[in-house]
């Protein structure tokens, strides 16, 4: 019990800490998350972080609260869950409280507004290395398929303009397929030996 205590209490103040101290949404909390959970903590490999990002964000809401409950329930369960889910919101609820009690005096602030400025250009660097991490994990799988499917998506969104909706919805039929035949193909060499 003492130690199913000491994970719950590990799983919140890192999801607490990384939530307050993250600006720029989901796509900056997801290498922190990588970096707490699975270089320093070691609860969860590259692999299943890779898997759990791309849950997290085809799931409706919020990317960093999705990936939350899927890193807290595959550490700790449904309570891992709800823990992770409170470590992740709290920061933001109180911040956004405290600002809204003095939203006239931040608004016309020259500092405030400066170091949010200054704050966009490192959110757009922590999301480059985001993309440049998980494109280069899906590189080194060399699978075929998911390489395409990286480079497609992207084409489809940035050049083609297609709704990202769409290709959320191709790329999952895609990779369901792609499972289904593995396990498939899994099965019948199980049945042949």
Same mark, same amino acid.
């Given at each position: 019990m003492n130690n199913k205590k000491h994970?719950?209490? %590990?799983?919140?103040?890192?999801?607490? *800490?990384?939530s307050a101290f993250t600006f720029g949404g989901g796509y900056v909390i997801i290498?922190?998350?990588?970096?707490?959970?699975?270089? #320093?903590? %070691?609860?969860?490999d590259e692999d299943e972080m890779l898997n759990l990002t791309a849950i997290a964000q085809s799931s409706p809401g919020a990317v960093a609260v999705n990936a939350s409950i899927l890193l807290?329930? /595959? !550490?700790?369960?449904?309570?891992?869950?709800?823990?992770?889910?409170?470590?992740?919101?709290?920061p933001p609820l109180i911040i956004i409280s405290i600002i809204s009690f003095f939203y006239t005096a931040f608004r016309e602030n020259i500092?405030?507004?400066a170091v949010l400025k200054g704050m966009q250009a490192g959110v757009a660097a922590v +999301?480059? #290395?985001v993309?440049?991490?998980?494109?280069?994990? !899906?590189?080194?799988?060399? #699978?075929l398929i998911s390489a395409f499917v990286?480079?497609?998506?992207f084409i489809a969104t940035f050049f083609?303009?297609? &709704? !990202?909706? *769409?290709? +959320?919805?191709?790329?999952?039929?895609?990779?369901?397929?792609?499972?289904?035949?593995?396990? /498939?193909? &899994?099965?019948?060499?199980? #049945?042949?030996?």
């Open positions: 994970i719950y209490m %590990k799983l919140f103040s890192s999801t607490f *800490y990384l290498p922190l998350m990588q970096k707490k959970f699975v270089d #320093d903590l %070691k609860w969860i807290g329930y /595959r !550490v700790a369960g449904i309570l891992g869950a709800f823990i992770s889910i409170l470590g992740t919101v709290l500092v405030v507004n +999301i480059a #290395d993309v440049l991490n998980l494109g280069g994990n !899906v590189v080194k799988e060399k #699978d990286m480079i497609s998506a083609l303009k297609i &709704n !990202v909706m *769409y290709i +959320i919805l191709v790329c999952g039929c895609i990779g369901a397929g792609k499972i289904m035949l593995q396990e /498939r193909k &899994n099965k019948k060499d199980g #049945d042949s030996q």
